[in-house]
């Protein structure tokens, strides 16, 4: 009995001849492989459309808030504010505490929930031991200026956004030209 090879032959000769493309096979080819090329760069730019407008909408919400030294003239006019700058609502709002060798410089301001625009008067108080001391705007650029606070002096504002982030507002105030100079130094997510 002699084995038919028939149908193996027939199965090469398919085989070989689906290895001789044409130009037009290798055109197509090409052209797939463009057009996976397009598809991936617009995926990209799709997802850098996505990030933006997410820091966008994070930006719409996000509280800003300021620190500043304010010399208006009058009684009561020269004092340090707090204000919320920014498009949203600040919750949970605090003003971290300021260790001093043995004492505790802090900060009241009566509101942890700011909106777009509030401005508080900031009361600092340093308490050492038994004693508290009230510092108004004049007496703070004072103890900075004598050295009995450090130069400067870094205040950090915590407040959380609508969107559950929360931010750490920094700011430094130093003695500068006879007033006290508060500047901003940055925000981070924390």
Not at 56 to 67: D, G, H, R, T
Not at 72 to 93: H, I, K
Not at 130 to 148: A, H, V
Not at 159 to 178: I, K, M
Request: glycine share 8%.
């Amino acid at each position: 009995m002699k084995p038919d090879f028939a149908p193996v032959s027939a199965a090469i000769d398919r085989v070989a001849s689906a290895l001789h493309k044409g130009a037009w096979d290798y055109v197509g080819a090409v052209a797939i492989v463009i057009t996976l090329l397009v598809i991936i760069k617009y995926t990209y730019e799709t997802f850098l459309l996505r990030v933006a407008a997410q820091r966008q909408n994070e930006l719409s919400v996000m509280p800003v808030m300021a620190i500043v030294a304010q010399c208006s003239s009058g009684p009561d006019r020269r004092a340090v504010v707090l204000r919320s700058v920014g498009t949203g609502p600040a919750f949970n709002v605090s003003i971290d505490h300021v260790r001093v060798g043995d004492g505790e410089l802090s900060m009241e301001y009566g509101d942890d929930v700011m909106m777009a625009g509030h401005i508080v008067k900031v009361r600092f108080h340093f308490q050492a031991g038994n004693s508290d001391t009230g510092l108004g705007l004049d007496e703070l650029y004072e103890w900075i200026n004598t050295g009995r606070l450090p130069n400067p002096l870094h205040l950090v504002v915590r407040c959380r956004a609508l969107n559950s982030v929360d931010y750490a507002f920094t700011f430094r105030g130093r003695p500068e030209a006879g007033r006290l100079k508060i500047t901003f130094e940055g925000v981070v997510r924390s």
